[in-house]
Antibody, heavy 118, light 112 residues
């Protein structure tokens, strides 16, 4: 069974960089059938797609976050990571990692709450 | 304000059929697959429909999806109390520099 688990800083100061890692177990991120993505959800609000990394290593980002975000993968460790720079309180959210299959997000991590505060 | 719109709420009594709409445009729903997610309180979203109308293994056939033009719908038949959740549609949009994902604003389903 494929499991995804987010880890990283739960509290980030304004203007600093939010860094999260998604560990994948029960499968490999090197499989050509899948891509890997980050999605967030502000408290009581909608889901917002952040970006994804294709199995080839290509990345695509939400245009509204593109100037601040980067996603990378470490295939030797079966994990992929999110960096979001220059954070503000508006970046406070639950961050989810997920697998992309056939254009849908078929396996999700449990999510991790990240708070931006001084 | 999402480019893909859903009604904020829907409701029904146990056993009824509830339908949720998801409206977009030719740059997103009109030319891309739609997926649907169920989010129970305090939990991560769960995929219930992909490629417009396909169900992942384990999802009851009470859940069905459809798409016509730039709109899609999720139907829940035989409504149950444990169907009370937020439901989100999602699709891809190719109108800017690369493919990106848009989510609907979510619909809260209440079982009366």
């Amino acid at each position: 069974q494929l499991l995804l688990q987010e880890s990283g800083s739960r509290l980030v100061k304004p203007s600093q960089t939010l860094s999260l890692t998604c560990g994948v177990s029960g499968g490999s991120i090197s499989s050509g059938a899948y891509s890997w993505t980050w999605i967030r959800q502000s408290p009581g609000k909608d889901l917002e797609w952040i970006g994804y990394i294709y199995h080839s290593g290509s990345t695509y980002y939400n245009p509204s976050l593109q100037s601040r975000v980067s996603i990378s993968a470490d295939r030797s460790k079966d994990q992929f990571s999110l960096n979001l720079r220059s954070v503000t309180a508006a970046d406070t959210a639950v961050y989810y990692c997920a697998r992309v299959y056939m254009g849908a997000f078929d396996v999700w991590g449990q999510g991790t709450m990240v708070t931006v505060s001084s | 304000q999402s480019v893909v719109t859903q009604p904020p709420s829907a409701s029904g009594t146990p056993g009824q059929r509830v339908t949720i709409s998801c409206s977009g445009s030719s740059s997103n729903i009109g030319n891309n697959y739609v997926s649907w997610y169920q989010q129970l309180p305090g939990a991560a979203p769960k995929l219930i429909i992909f490629k417009n109308d396909e169900r992942p293994s384990g999802v009851p056939d009470r859940f069905s999806g459809s798409k016509s033009g730039a709109s899609a719908s999720l139907a829940i038949s035989g409504l149950r109390s444990d169907d009370e959740a937020d439901y989100y549609c999602a699709t891809w949009d190719g109108s800017l520099s690369g493919p990106y994902v848009v989510f609907g604003g979510g619909t809260k389903v209440t079982v009366l």
